[in-house]
């Protein structure tokens, strides 16, 4: 073996490391670059890592989908399989959009077709009870049914009343908006406006 890595893997140390670098190497461009081309750069790194992991299940997903007599842990390969191609679409539409905002694309046929993609990603995960150490995910219908009804409910709400949150998100650019208000700056020699 050309390589081998004998030190443990831990998740936490994983997750705080990628979080850690992640964290910086944003907040350290984001003093310089406007926010939008940020958000764009972010979209297309995270573009990158759901590729990758779609290539590594591809082999795995596509074995499992063609199981005559699958078995548990099948479910939740092809499930993170499909919820990652979600995440790839909805990520390039995202991309799409950005560089070139128009309202019929916002509203396009496309959009829902890709994110029901995670939708059946979800139900395949929910359907592949114990697949992991006999445990994991726990069965649990009574969640399902509850979360399918609540979701409904809110779609027939939302549908019904059309709520103009305009107002409520205003109230949040505060905290949420663009907090080093890059491009705010005038450049160095620039004449006043």
């Not at 049914?145 to 103009?164: K, Q």
């Not at 409520?168 to 908006?177: C, D, M, N, Q, W």
């Amino acid at each position: 073996m050309i390589y081998q890595d004998d030190t443990p893997v831990r998740i936490k140390g994983t997750i705080y490391w990628a979080a850690l670098l992640l964290f910086l190497g944003y907040q350290l461009c984001n003093f310089f670059v406007p926010n939008s081309d940020m958000i764009l750069a972010a979209r297309v790194m995270a573009a990158g890592f759901y590729a990758v992991v779609l290539y590594v299940y591809g082999p795995d997903a596509w074995r499992a989908l063609w199981k005559n007599d699958p078995i548990s842990s099948d479910y939740l390969i092809v499930g993170i399989w499909l919820s990652f191609a979600s995440h790839l679409g909805q990520t390039a539409y995202s991309i799409a959009y950005r560089l070139a905002p128009s309202d019929w694309f916002l509203n396009s046929e496309i959009v829902s077709f890709i994110i029901m993609g995670s939708v059946v990603g979800a139900a395949l995960h929910i359907c592949a009870p114990g697949s992991l150490d006999g445990q994991v995910p726990r069965r649990n219908r009574i969640a399902l049914g509850i979360g399918v009804g609540i979701a409904t409910l809110v779609v027939g709400l939302l549908l019904v009343t059309r709520p103009d949150i305009r107002p409520l998100i205003e109230r949040t650019r505060p905290y949420i908006g663009d907090w080093f208000h890059t491009g705010a700056l005038r450049g160095i020699g620039e004449p006043p406006a």
